[in-house]
């Protein structure tokens, strides 16, 4: 019998609803006879935690998750903390502090779902974010404050050992999917020196990809093809802030951000990986019961291919699909199921 250890963090809002759901529907699939189990490890940080205690992550917190396979991952923010001290006190400690440099967002339409575009059945995407530098790496600083003359500087760092493996990685997904198309985003044209490094790292990269159709567009121009010309994009590459923007679009486009999921990635495998759904805390109906868990096991079911169950993974997308697919919805998607109906449906069905 394998067995994972999986790190549950469901952290603040809606985090806590769609996170139990998840282990509720893993539960359920763990127990069909599949050859793993899951040893769940709960961690209480949260905003409510760092008020309490003044940190979200206590002094070890990182060496406690090193030792588990995965990490379930909620939601961070609260509406009575700043988001730049809930960002900073959890997820991005784990992101980089892991090296989880390949965050990888999919985009599709689900079975029974409308896409708000008259095209969307033609959205099949993968958003590949860079996920521990660029606009994110945390560099800059405040000067003179209060004054007439403060100074704030928030500096991209882009290095190219990290712009080449994320290209690495985007080249290497895009050669598994039936399209082997590659969509290069970033914004060289203003930003002339970061951005210009991703350019050339990505065209030195894909010569050792001859079999990948590559094309290169601005990030403002992308976001008028996903809305006008879902067709022409298959998996996109860019930057943490860029992909930052342009995953959540994905998912608006898709039918709404309840339904997406995130993966973020250390590919080689010296740390663990976090999987997390895209929605955020939520906290305008946290308590209402009717968060869409959806996202949370599509997270879970790319959690599951990550840890070599690939049968499990698809017998949990192919229940949640079938869910949707009979218009069971939350009302984020125009239905009126609770986030309980869902999940009860979805262990129904495996």
């Not at 689900?110 to 560099?139: C, F, K, M």
């Not at 298959?234 to 959540?248: E, G, K």
């Not at 990986?273 to 996202?295: L, Q």
């Not at 869910?323 to 239905?335: F, Q």
């Amino acid at each position: 019998m394998r067995e994972y250890r999986i790190a549950a963090i469901p952290g603040d809002g809606i985090g806590v609803e769609v996170i139990a759901a998840g282990l509720k529907v893993l539960d359920v699939l763990a127990a069909r006879d599949q050859g793993f189990k899951l040893a769940i490890e709960h961690y209480p940080w949260s905003s409510d935690y760092y008020k309490k205690h003044g940190h979200y992550i206590p002094e070890g917190g990182l060496d406690q998750l090193k030792k588990c396979d995965a990490i379930f991952f909620g939601a961070v923010g609260a509406p009575d903390v700043p988001d730049h001290l809930s960002l900073w006190g959890l997820r991005l400690p784990i992101c980089q502090g892991f090296d989880q440099y390949a965050n990888v967002r999919p985009a599709r339409v689900l079975p029974g779902i409308t896409s708000p575009l008259r095209e969307g059945q033609d959205i099949d995407w993968v958003v590949i974010r860079e996920n521990t530098e660029g606009e994110y790496a945390g560099h800059g600083g405040r000067a003179h404050r209060g004054l007439p003359e403060e100074v704030a500087t928030e500096t991209s760092i882009f290095t190219r050992a990290g712009v080449t493996r994320i290209h690495r990685f985007a080249f290497e997904l895009a050669r598994k999917r039936p399209r082997k198309h590659l969509t290069l985003v970033t914004k060289s044209n203003a930003q002339r020196h970061g951005m210009v490094l991703w350019d050339e790292v990505f065209y030195e990269v894909a010569r050792g990809y001859p079999e990948i159709e590559t094309q290169r567009i601005l990030v403002d121009a992308v976001t008028t093809n996903m809305v006008l010309k879902p067709w022409t994009l298959d998996t996109m590459v860019a930057s943490n802030l860029h992909a930052d923007i342009l995953s959540d679009l994905a998912a608006a486009l898709t039918g709404s951000l309840g339904i997406a999921p995130t993966a973020n990635f250390n590919p080689e495998r010296r740390f663990p990986s976090m999987f997390e759904p895209i929605h955020g805390s939520a906290f305008d109906i946290t308590g209402k019961g009717i968060a869409n868990p959806v996202a949370t096991f599509w997270t879970a079911s790319i959690m599951l291919e990550h840890l070599g169950e690939r049968e499990a993974s698809l017998q949990l997308m192919k229940a949640v699909e079938a869910v949707t697919a009979r218009k069971l919805l939350t009302p984020d998607l125009g239905g009126e199921a609770t986030t309980a109906i869902v999940t009860e449906a979805v262990c129904d069905a495996l």
